[in-house]
């Protein structure tokens, strides 16, 4: 069942658990924004059995780069027993609450979804299933059943032929060179792979 009232809310992290005594939490992040959990001001937390999300004051959050953590504090927030309560809770912010984006940059939930095409042929290849942030961020799409079958089979690592039934994922570069056309409106990506990229067994 989908909640319309969240349609109007970004999450932009989920806390994970307690950090030391004193009521800091550790937040995975699902947002490229740094400023969400550095800058303090007001955000909102949804927390199983919410409709809708609560407001809450950010105090103070650092990023610990090792884990892909943030440590945050927020108010109200003063011991390890009121942040185990929160230990699932979501971080959201309006979705209206967008950061200004540079011209070849994209939120990560604009990019989930999208079809994903050769550019070359047109063919449809999959659909973004997920974002993957490393140096250069990675796409996971979910390829096609199409896609595979037309090739017959598809090679696992060791060059074996594998014929397993479940859907692939393949991880893609979100570079210009390897996915040059973002056409939001139209929900797709166009990608020019490189050889062997798609690990499909010609």
């Not at 970004?10 to 009521?23: F, Y």
């Not at 001001?41 to 105090?59: A, H, Y």
């Not at 090679?155 to 014929?163: L, P, S, V």
Request: proline share 8%.
């Amino acid at each position: 069942m989908t909640n319309d009232k969240l349609d109007n809310w970004l999450e932009i992290g989920k806390i994970v658990a307690p950090q030391g005594l004193s009521g800091e939490l550790r937040v995975y992040p699902v947002s490229d924004f740094p400023e969400r959990f550095e800058v303090p001001g007001k955000r909102w937390l949804l927390c199983s059995g919410d409709t809708e999300p609560q407001p809450i004051e950010l105090l103070t959050g650092r990023y610990i780069s090792n884990k892909n953590l943030y440590v945050v504090k927020l108010a109200g927030v003063e011991n390890c027993d009121r942040a185990e309560a929160l230990r699932g809770c979501k971080l959201m912010v309006p979705a209206s609450d967008r950061p200004q984006l540079g011209e070849d940059e994209y939120h990560v939930l604009d990019l989930i979804g999208l079809e994903v095409f050769m550019q070359a042929s047109g063919k449809l290849v999959g659909t973004v299933v997920d974002i993957i942030p490393a140096g250069n961020d990675l796409l996971e799409v979910k390829l096609h059943p199409s896609f595979t079958t037309d090739k017959g089979q598809m090679t696992n690592d060791k060059g074996q032929i594998t014929n397993d039934k479940r859907q692939k994922t393949v991880l893609i570069p979100f570079v210009e060179a390897i996915a040059p056309v973002v056409d939001l409106p139209s929900g797709r990506i166009e990608i020019t792979p490189p050889p062997g990229l798609l690990e499909v067994n010609n």
